[in-house]
């Protein structure tokens, strides 16, 4: 009997195709279980692998790999002890010896590495800029990572030292890099030939206190002229000398002809602070820059791609210039506007504004004063491909408008933010959300437990909202009349899901039925739902997020938790926990950032009838453990007093119940005998301390950031036997 043929398997394809296939995969734990398949596939995945994230020890060089001769990308910025210096001096002497040592550990990372285009490190010592990019002479883009302060040195010094190394470096992030805006322009008119290669360059950094001014705007762009994107914080309120008006804006419309991206934003925009609900949205002051000269800066870029204009100051009757996007920027897919007033103002069927920008695909608006539900449903109309939109500080929209907008959206709206609007709290917010509900994949909302009937009741709303009626209430019979556009709109075109559905805008019946919840989600469920975003104000509970809506969330892998406010306040929380048990319902959910960074209280001995930070932490890790969590990113809350976000002794025994964690980042300090209880974690594999707020501490002596105490820490946890 003739032997069976063996059956083909993928190790029988050319290793060209197979080599394709594996280079083909981006995830990190992808690629390394199929490096363990077979030495021929491991040495596929090393000559394929371009991008990789260094998290070793720096002192243990001898560990450092030599396989991944093929990457180009490579980030040094999270190598252990986390935020001290790569390459340093360790101590004074004559010999030189210490630059020696600098020098040495270049050179393995570059014979490690050879062909480096692209790099990633934290450098808060300025022999790292001296030595590390040098070593790679082809180097192209750099981001730079400093949360510490800024070293003793004369303006634009450490960016000689960069630029002088690099020669052919076209993209520069400083995003995250602790420096003054002074030592910008100086380093640049050094150095024209590196400032005339740069087509990318990111400034947009939350550490500027005051941001760029007119004249070092107008330095970086003359000696920046084929810049393609830029990122940048400014000052536009004209109480400071130098601020951003119109002069600056024309500047960078002539000397950047070529930008595609460019992103303006207010330095105060860049906190996390939330604003008031209940402002109207208009400042005292107006920005200084006129609708003419937004006209003449946007005819002047005509590829732009991306526009991001956050200001702090109003600006008023903006529409006319927005209309231009529409015919001077034809391809402008993302925009974000902050303060901008006037943005829609519909009368009758005609749109204007930002509603005539109709490629957009995402835009933002914050703190327009004037918008109203009727101009919100004129975007929804004009703006039809948005598959990303946030709204934030509106006052007056309502959730008859945010949900006809989502009605007229509901084929491309995927990603939504809903923030700090006073008639949108959780309910209201996803009640608004029912008609994309079933494809919406990202969502923030603000954790303000209203209900759909009180709302109501507050605002005298009606459920009859009519889109065949004016916006005086009569229906519309004329031809400039509002609702005679929608009036001509077949019903498949905005419920095309059922075409019961009519133009009467009943909140209970559109085409849902109860299914016994009670809250008339008529079974249906947010079944693409991967990240979930949230806001809450201290000393607010969790548990109420089923009952607002969101009940049901089969594929829900990641949330965000955001809590903000001063619990000095208060005396003590009106529960034992927080609620973090009402996720177990997410039976995906695998990633968590919990961000108590913005909870102000008492780090030490809090004042008789007040809770210290540690019983605060212990609130809010409460049940935490029964989450079946892979990664969790936490922020200690902090005392601004003494400038401490540490990890206390209950949060540290709450932590280490978290039995399924495989990777856990501390986003402040600890003491080395609290994260030794993290060792109890029995699949845990990469734990980390970062300091990545603005100031990091200074003092490396303190036993919560002592480099021997997290080497040690770590020599620990890498002992331990991983099952898998």
Not at 141 to 167: M, T
Not at 251 to 258: A, E
Not at 592 to 605: E, P
Request: with cysteine; charged share 20%; glycine share 6%.
């Amino acid at each position: 009997m003739a032997a069976l043929a063996r059956p083909t398997i993928i190790n029988d394809l050319p290793d060209v195709i197979l080599s394709n296939i594996i280079a083909a995969v981006s995830d990190v734990r992808s690629r390394n279980a199929a490096a363990l398949v077979c030495r021929k596939w491991l040495v596929l995945e090393r000559a394929t692998r371009t991008s990789l994230t260094l998290r070793g020890n720096i002192r243990d060089l001898f560990m450092l790999p030599t396989c991944f001769r093929s990457v180009t990308h490579l980030d040094l910025s999270l190598v252990s002890p986390w935020g001290h210096p790569l390459l340093s001096p360790r101590a004074a002497s004559s010999d030189g010896g210490d630059d020696a040592d600098s020098i040495l550990i270049a050179h393995l990372l570059r014979h490690a590495f050879p062909i480096v285009t692209s790099l990633i490190v934290y450098a808060r010592s300025p022999h790292t800029l001296q030595f590390l990019p040098v070593q790679w002479p082809h180097l192209k883009y750099i981001k730079l990572v400093r949360w510490h302060q800024r070293p003793q040195l004369a303006s634009g010094d450490e960016f000689n030292l960069l630029f002088q190394g690099c020669p052919q470096l076209g993209s520069l992030d400083l995003s995250t890099f602790y420096c003054w805006t002074d030592d910008i322009p100086p380093a640049l008119e050094l150095n024209p030939l590196v400032a005339g290669n740069l087509t990318v360059f990111n400034l947009m950094n939350a550490s500027f206190s005051e941001g760029f001014k007119t004249d070092e705007i107008r330095v970086i762009t003359k000696c920046c002229p084929n810049l393609k994107e830029l990122k940048i914080a400014c000052m536009f309120d004209p109480m400071y000398i130098g601020f951003v008006g119109d002069e600056a804006l024309v500047c960078i419309s002539t000397n950047c002809p070529k930008l595609t991206v460019l992103h303006l934003a207010d330095t105060s925009t860049l906190s996390n602070c939330r604003a008031d609900p209940d402002e109207e949205g208009f400042t005292t002051d107006d920005a200084k820059f006129s609708v003419s000269t937004l006209i003449e800066v946007f005819s002047g870029l005509s590829l732009l791609e991306e526009l991001v204009l956050d200001v702090c100051n109003n600006v008023r009757d903006s529409g006319p210039a927005l209309e231009i996007l529409n015919t001077k920027c034809p391809k402008l897919r993302s925009l974000k506007l902050g303060q901008f007033h006037g943005v829609s103002m519909p009368i009758g069927s005609k749109l204007d504004g930002v509603a005539l920008c109709q490629g957009l695909k995402s835009l933002s608006i914050r703190n327009v004063g004037d918008l109203d539900d009727m101009g919100l449903i004129a975007i929804g109309r004009g703006c039809s491909r948005l598959a990303k939109f946030e709204i934030q500080s509106c006052k007056k929209i309502t959730m008859r408008g945010m949900r006809t907008l989502a009605s007229l959206l509901w084929k491309s709206l995927v990603d939504v933010r809903i923030s700090c609007c006073k008639n949108l709290g959780a309910s209201s917010s996803l009640k608004a959300l029912e008609p994309i509900q079933e494809r919406i994949q990202r969502l923030h909302i603000d954790c303000v437990w209203d209900s759909v009937e009180e709302i109501e009741n507050i605002n005298g709303v009606e459920y009859g909202f009519d889109l065949n009626k004016t916006n005086g209430g009569e229906a519309s019979t004329h031809g400039n009349g509002f609702g005679d556009t929608f009036g001509s709109m077949d019903d498949d075109i905005m419920f095309n899901r059922n075409k019961r559905c009519k133009y009467d805008y009943d909140l209970n019946s559109v085409c849902m039925e109860d299914n016994g919840h009670g809250n008339g989600f008529g079974g249906r469920t947010w079944d693409r739902l991967q990240y979930l975003s949230l806001w809450i104000g201290v000393g607010d509970l969790l548990t109420p997020l089923a009952a607002a809506g969101l009940e049901h969330c089969p594929n829900l892998e990641e949330i965000k938790i955001r809590v903000e406010g001063d619990c000095r306040l208060w005396s003590k929380p009106s529960e034992r926990a927080f609620g973090l048990s009402t996720l177990l319902r997410y039976h995906k959910l695998v990633k968590m950032h919990l961000d108590c960074g913005d909870i102000i209280g008492y780090a030490h001995t809090a004042p008789s009838g007040q809770m210290d930070l540690s019983l605060w932490e212990r609130f809010y890790l409460f049940g935490i453990g029964t989450l079946n969590l892979k990664e969790l990113d936490y922020w200690p809350p902090q005392d601004r007093d003494v400038n401490q976000r540490s990890l206390s002794l209950p949060a540290a025994g709450l932590l280490q119940e978290c039995i399924t964690l495989r990777k856990l980042f501390i986003h402040g300090t600890a003491h080395e005998h609290f994260m030794m209880f993290l060792l109890r974690i029995p699949d845990l594999r990469d734990v980390q301390l970062r300091e990545d707020y603005y100031p990091a501490p200074e003092n490396d002596m303190s036993t919560e950031m002592r480099s021997d105490s997290l080497s040690r820490f770590e020599a620990a946890l890498n002992r331990r036997q991983i099952c898998d």
